[in-house]
């Protein structure tokens, strides 16, 4: 995300008073050398969609186990 928030300049800032571009911010948090966005993109997917399918087996295995007993 700071990646994508970073990567222009920023529209607020005076270049006589300080460099005005992302690149800066980003290394300043040590961020400047890390995979491109679309790789965050395609992790942060994989995660949802591992979480979304736990959540429906941990449901679909609780259901069982309730409507079961009764």
Do not use: H, K
């Not at 690149?23 to 591992?50: C, H, K, M, R, Y």
């Not at 399918?53 to 409507?67: H, K, Q, V």
Request: with cysteine; hydrophobic share 50%.
């Amino acid at each position: 995300m700071m990646q994508i928030e970073f990567s222009g300049d920023f529209p607020n800032c005076d270049p006589s008073l300080r460099d005005c571009s992302g690149q800066q911010a980003l290394e300043s948090f040590g961020l400047d050398n890390v995979l491109p966005p679309g790789v965050d993109v395609v992790l942060a997917l994989t995660i949802w969609a591992a979480l979304v399918i736990s959540a429906y087996l941990i449901l679909a295995i609780l259901t069982r186990i309730r409507y079961r007993a009764s």
